[in-house]
Each structure stands twice: as C-alpha cells, then as structure tokens.
C-alpha cells in the first residue's frame, strides 16, 4: 500500500524519514508532501495515489490541521485520513474531535501503520490495532489500548530521500540533523519529553 506524509514546515521530519524507511523495507510505498512548498496541495494529493493520507502536525499547527483536514476531506470524501506526531500522542481525543479526521495515531507509528494498513484493506478488524483512534461505524470515537513501544531499533533505515527527491533544496540546505537514539533521558522543562514519558509507562524501554 503506499502513504502520503502530509506536513506544514519545510524541514525534514525525524518521524517521517524513520517511518518511510521502514515502510519502503517492507514493501510498501511512502511519499511526502509539504504544504509550504507546495502551489497547490490537493493538487499535489490527487496526484499521488496514496491508499493512505497522514498528518503530522506540531501543537502550534493546530489550526492549520483543522484547516487542511477539512479541505483535504471535502476534496476526497472517502480518502483515509489519520494524524500523528507528537501533538497526536500527547492529545488525541482533541485530534478525533476534527470531524475530519480518522484514525489517529497514540504512540510509536511502525507497527500501527503496517497494521492500519490491513484494516483499511479489510484484512483486520479496526478495533485490533492498538495504539489508534477511530470512529465506529455509528460514528462514535474510540480509542484501543496504546501499543507497545518499537524497540527493534538496529537495522532502522532513515530515508532522507523522500524529502530530497521532491524538493531537493532540503538536500542543500547546510544544516542537517541527525539522531543517534529514540527517546530521550532528560526531563527539560521547555519540551514535551517529560510528557511523553508519562504516557509510555509501562509500554516498554523509553530511550
């Protein structure tokens, strides 16, 4: 199956470029599309295909998530649309209650995705995919148990090339991040690492 990474701020996304390498190693198709580089972003939508529509958006984007949402879902009214990131795990119910959207994503996206996958396809039930919100098919949100964290780190295949290949002057950019580990041993008062610690007791090794 192949997703759509749709996102506001034209910087390479940690989440992305883990998620889009560990999709493409197993068979499926990732592409991302940035809204501030894009003349037209539905446009650019369409033209992708995707079986699969998902936002990451930050907490100071919530009105653009909104926004885009609801454009998205009045151009494409039967297109899966589900949301993630930080802001998704630290606040889904708001997430779910933007008519909008879907699915939302509560924690670590591998597993969820390849498993969100096979409910969208119809191979699984929705409510057995941990770590989601949806919507029943009487329209209530709901919620499944947060899944485990991903530990299975060696071998992670970071592709910077979903960025680069669209917009190749992120590839120019002089200034490149890199991460040497997921998850974070600090507690700093300005981040919201502090948070999702809380959130992940118990799900597994945090850093």
């Keep these: ?33 940035i809204d501030d580089l894009e003349e037209d972003l ?10 699969l529509l998902g936002i990451s ?8 998530l909104e926004k885009t949402a609801t454009e998205i879902r009045q151009r494409f009214p039967s297109a899966p649309l589900a949301v993630g990131g930080v802001h998704a795990m630290l ?5 779910m209650s933007i008519a909008a959207v879907d699915y939302v994503c509560t924690g670590d996206g591998e597993m969820n995705l390849m498993q969100l ?3 969208i396809a119809g191979k699984r039930a929705t409510d057995t995919v941990p770590g989601i919100g949806y919507r029943t098919p009487g329209g209530q949100i709901a919620f ?28 120019r950019d002089e200034l490149k991040q890199f991460s040497g580990s997921r998850g974070c041993p ?12 809380r959130i992940a007791q118990g799900l597994g090794a945090y850093v």
């Design 1 to 33: 199956m192949k997703i759509c990474f749709i996102q506001k701020g034209a910087f390479p996304y940690f989440g992305v470029i883990e998620l889009s390498g560990f999709l493409k190693a197993k068979g499926h198709e990732a592409t991302v599309l």
């Design 42 to 51: 539905l446009a650019a939508i369409e033209s992708t295909q995707a079986d």
């Design 57 to 64: 958006c930050m907490s100071t984007e919530t009105g653009w």
């Design 91 to 95: 606040y889904p119910e708001m997430v």
């Design 117 to 119: 996958f096979e409910a």
């Design 144 to 171: 499944t148990p947060r899944a485990p964290l991903y530990q299975t780190l060696d071998g992670s295949l970071a592709d910077r090339d979903i960025y680069y290949e669209r917009y190749p002057q992120l590839g």
């Design 186 to 197: 600090f507690a700093c008062a300005f981040c919201f690492n502090s948070q999702l610690r």
